[in-house]
């Protein structure tokens, strides 16, 4: 089978390192529960210029390669790999952040994992071709069974591979979000994906 999973609050706990930072440079105290918004400048009440730095400051490479592994995450997927599945990591980071998102992943035992920057969220102006960038065109021709996401705004994507069982991964900013179809589930943890994958 063909995996998609996301990076960021699915392999590693990004919006809670997100939480500290804000707090480090804004003085912004918001618990990682708060976090209602995908949109970090509106969980952080951020002005423009703050959520900018939040996300350079988010995206440095010792920053990057410091998150958090959301438990469970690299035993499943190295699990996947050793069944002969193959995963590719698709994250909506921008291409800047590649090499250190290689490294986090070959430092976490996932070197037999893909990893492509894909232009979800419209962010990324250093956009270029490239073997490691997708395009949304480029990311329509891939095939996927089953994808791991946690954003809100990414699943409508998910929508143009037909079939595809979509584990999403519960967070505060994905609560109050209706999925698309009943190939929708929320899992709580990776125990929850693992066990739901085996039956597919
Ligand atoms: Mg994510």
């Known amino acids: 089978m063909n995996f998609y999973v996301d990076f960021d609050d699915c392999l590693c706990e990004t919006a809670k ?3 500290m930072i804000a707090g480090r440079l804004f003085g912004k105290n918001v618990p990682y529960e ?3 918004f995908f949109d970090l400048q509106k969980s952080f009440s951020l002005s423009d210029e703050e959520y900018i730095q939040l996300m350079e400051e988010g995206h440095r490479p010792e920053v ?3 998150y958090e592994e959301t438990p469970g995450a690299c035993d499943t997927i190295r ?6 599945h193959e995963v590719n990591v698709i994250t909506g980071r921008p291409y800047s952040a590649y090499d250190a998102s290689r490294k986090w992943l070959d430092e976490h035992g996932l070197s ?3 990893l492509f920057c894909l232009n979800k969220y419209g962010r990324d102006s250093f956009y270029q071709a490239g073997e490691h960038n997708l395009e949304l065109e480029d990311f329509y021709r ?3 069974d089953i994808a791991v996401e946690d954003s809100p705004m990414a699943l409508p994507y998910l929508e143009h591979f037909p079939g595809v069982k979509v584990m999403v991964v519960d967070r505060p900013w994905n609560r109050g979000c209706d999925f698309p179809s009943s190939n929708y589930i929320r899992c709580m943890d990776w125990d929850v994906i693992r ?4 039956y597919i």
Do not use: N
């Open 112 to 114: 037999g994992v893909k």
């Open 195 to 198: 066990e739901c994958v085996r």
């Open 142 to 144: 891939m095939h996927f």
């Open 17 to 19: 390192a997100f939480t």
């Open 79 to 84: 699990d996947w790999l050793c069944k002969g």
């Open 64 to 66: 990057l390669l410091s």
């Open 34 to 36: 708060d976090v209602r």
